[in-house]
């Protein structure tokens, strides 16, 4: 464990403790490999910017970084295909109902929150969308259990980590229908059995490279069965077909999420990863509980290791508090816009030593709270 950490450590120069939501941290080396392929690629004398996307060189990165997928989620030679698509998650809210729901079917959706929700908007224009769990009337600050999800629904649709308000599903349901989830904000930072899932996508910016790209990993045997029309941008079985190539892919952010990859690959894959995330979200819920100057918003149990949501328990303290994490080189801690507080973001690539700090912080400021309350 500790080789582990060490190696994290080492492959992370830190130049702050980037706790940003996403776009967000990326390992070191990721950038500096990057920057190199931006100047002059594979030696080429050219740049990654302006080579062809049907070069050699190019191809060649498409196809490991499809095959990595398979590879790291344990899906290879199983029916799966993985493409690197546009539009971000929020496309694929599109894309999943064009692609699964029939013309005559419905939809189940579990609703965690704001982007589960929006995935829920667009689907109701496609046919029946039955919401079969919410944590609404709670401010989605847990994850609703023992869902029944209708045996003719086309597919069940959940959000396996949600960002904004710090939850995340620890188990799925059982289901006889095509399951699909958006793993956008913690997907390769978990162990689990990716097998369960018919469809899997998540948007690049968390724990797979920058802001550009989309990852679909799908099961073939659930496509071509709605009978309806799919526009061609918005069919995976032509996106399939063209190997992801169905038009001009965004080059840079592949390469990119490509190197992501690979560096979680020589860190021991997933399930090392995972230990790292699991220390990391240990030592900082453990200093929320035990601080009596903070207080988390999500419940203890469905508490996410990727995005930790807490409050201060005297918002006096605000500026305070804000001065001190911000002295420490610490970036993007503030909670998104629409509940406040604060939100630490730990994904992959975020070192222990970046959690540290922030402890190391919120300790001083019950020190000196302690101090003047003497």
Not at 110 to 127: C, P, Q, Y
Not at 163 to 168: E, K, M, P, V
Not at 197 to 208: P, T
């Amino acid at each position: 464990m500790l080789e582990i950490c060490a190696k994290l450590q080492h492959t992370t120069k830190m130049k702050k403790h980037n706790y940003s939501a996403g776009p967000c941290i990326l390992p070191q080396e990721v950038f500096e490999k990057s920057a190199q392929a931006i100047l002059n690629f594979n030696n080429s004398d050219l740049s990654l910017l302006e080579i062809s996307h049907r070069s050699k060189d190019f191809v060649a990165v498409m196809e490991e970084a499809r095959a990595l997928v398979l590879e790291l989620l344990g899906l290879e030679n199983k029916g799966y295909q993985a493409l690197f698509l546009h539009g971000g998650a929020s496309m694929q809210f599109l894309m999943t109902p064009y692609n699964l729901m029939k013309s005559d079917g419905k939809a189940a959706y579990l609703d965690t929150g704001t982007w589960a929700n929006n995935a829920i908007k667009e689907a109701k224009h496609f046919g029946e969308t039955l919401i079969v769990g919410s944590s609404k009337e709670a401010n989605y600050n847990f994850i609703p259990k023992n869902i029944e999800i209708p045996s003719d629904a086309n597919y069940f649709h959940c959000t396996s980590n949600n960002t904004i308000f710090g939850t995340q599903m620890k188990s799925f349901p059982k289901t006889n229908v095509p399951l699909v989830c958006d793993m956008s904000s913690d997907i390769f930072s978990r162990t689990l059995d990716f097998s369960q899932f018919d469809l899997i996508y998540a948007g690049a910016q968390k724990n797979m490279g920058p802001a550009g790209a989309t990852l679909v990993v799908v099961k073939e045997e659930i496509l071509g069965k709605t009978g309806r029309y799919i526009p061609s941008m918005l069919d995976y079985e032509k996106h399939i077909k063209a190997e992801s190539m169905y038009n001009t892919p965004p080059v840079f952010p592949i390469y990119a999420s490509l190197l992501t990859l690979q560096w979680l690959k020589k860190l021991g894959g997933i399930a090392a990863i995972e230990k790292i995330n699991e220390q990391k979200a240990q030592l900082l819920y453990t200093e929320i509980d035990r601080n009596p100057l903070f207080k988390g918003t999500a419940v203890t149990e469905d508490r996410s290791n990727m995005n930790a949501t807490f409050v201060l328990t005297d918002e006096s303290l605000t500026e305070k508090f804000d001065t001190m994490w911000k002295a420490a080189g610490i970036s993007g801690l503030t909670g998104h816009r629409s509940v406040g507080g604060y939100r630490a973001s730990m994904y992959n690539a975020l070192p222990l030593e970046s959690v540290e700090a922030l402890v190391n912080v919120m300790k001083e400021l019950e020190k000196k709270c302690s101090v003047i309350s003497i």
